[in-house]
């Protein structure tokens, strides 16, 4: 089998590192090597500390800096990761799992438009720069963590009391306390789809995951990973 790039995607607080780190252990079960890596990447390079910067909101609230600014930003960091993810995308026998990519820095971004026709040029504008002129590798599944509100809504309020990561240094994270623009976010997610550009002539893979069952409660974690798992596997 040939590797497997493997994104996951959601809002914040919809659980992605925690499903990127049981589908690594279901890929060392099965037989795999597989490669990890988590965006943005805070603490390396200029771009991260730049990302981590408007985050604290240094650079001023969530409306002050234009969207092009901050997803030059996201981009740069990967661009800045090209070079060690070609390398292992070289290997066979290697999987890539990524948490965050390309279709967050559309969807937190494209967030921030409210004109449709400026919105849609942003997009192709934002596509182009990553996948065309920085030449970063297309995903060969996509998968989309489909959370409730009501969910997402009691993370938040809880990371943004209690939490204390490292690149905040105190504050909040403007990205996570501002409850209306996340709700504008998962509405862009649900867009992704027909951004997703073309892999070898074939469509990208894309999957939603619906996290949450008929009457709005979160299922389990592990009924969640098995979903993932059986888009991957057909398990």
Same mark, same amino acid.
């Given at each position: 089998?040939?590797?497997?790039?493997?994104?996951?995607?959601?809002?914040?607080?919809?659980?992605?590192?925690?499903?990127?780190?049981?589908?690594?252990?279901?890929?060392?079960?099965?037989? /795999?090597? %597989?490669?990890? &890596?988590?965006? +943005?990447? =805070?603490?390396?390079?200029?771009?991260?500390?730049?990302?981590? #910067?408007? $985050?604290?909101?240094? /650079?001023? %609230?969530?409306? &002050?800096?234009? +969207?092009? =600014?901050?997803?030059?930003?996201?981009?740069?960091?990967?661009? #800045?990761? $090209?070079?060690?993810?070609?390398?292992?995308?070289?290997?066979?026998?290697?999987?890539?799992?990524?948490?965050?990519?390309?279709?967050?820095?559309?969807?937190?971004?494209?967030?921030?438009?409210?004109?449709?026709?400026?919105?849609?040029?942003?997009?192709?504008?934002?596509?182009?720069?990553?996948?065309?002129?920085?030449?970063?590798?297309?995903?060969?599944?996509?998968?989309?963590?489909?959370?409730?509100?009501?969910?997402?809504?009691?993370?938040?309020?809880?990371?943004?009391?209690?939490?204390?990561?490292?690149?905040?240094?105190?504050?909040?994270?403007?990205?996570?306390?501002?409850?209306?623009?996340?709700?504008?976010?998962?509405?862009?997610?649900?867009?992704?789809?027909?951004?997703?550009?073309?892999?070898?002539?074939?469509?990208?893979?894309?999957?939603?995951?619906?996290?949450?069952?008929?009457?709005?409660?979160?299922?389990?974690?592990?009924?969640?990973?098995?979903?993932?798992?059986?888009?991957?596997?057909?398990?």
């Amino acid at each position: 089998m040939r590797h497997k790039f493997v994104v996951i995607e959601g809002p914040d607080g919809s659980g992605k590192t925690t499903q990127c780190t049981l589908l690594q252990s279901e890929l060392h079960r099965r037989g /795999y090597f %597989s490669w990890f &890596c988590h965006l +943005p990447r =805070l603490e390396v390079g200029v771009a991260g500390g730049m990302i981590a #910067d408007f $985050l604290r909101g240094d /650079y001023g %609230s969530l409306d &002050c800096v234009h +969207p092009k =600014l901050v997803s030059l930003l996201f981009a740069l960091d990967r661009k #800045d990761l $090209l070079p060690e993810l070609s390398k292992k995308l070289q290997f066979e026998s290697t999987w890539v799992l990524m948490d965050r990519y390309i279709y967050s820095n559309i969807a937190f971004q494209a967030a921030k438009i409210a004109n449709r026709r400026e919105k849609q040029q942003f997009v192709e504008w934002l596509i182009d720069l990553e996948f065309g002129q920085f030449e970063l590798p297309v995903p060969d599944v996509y998968i989309y963590l489909d959370v409730p509100l009501s969910f997402l809504e009691k993370v938040l309020e809880l990371r943004v009391k209690s939490e204390s990561r490292g690149y905040l240094k105190g504050v909040v994270d403007i990205h996570e306390v501002d409850f209306d623009f996340q709700k504008r976010v998962m509405e862009e997610y649900k867009n992704i789809k027909s951004y997703t550009r073309e892999n070898g002539g074939s469509p990208v893979q894309f999957e939603i995951i619906q996290c949450y069952d008929a009457v709005g409660n979160m299922k389990p974690i592990d009924v969640i990973h098995n979903m993932i798992v059986s888009v991957i596997f057909g398990d």
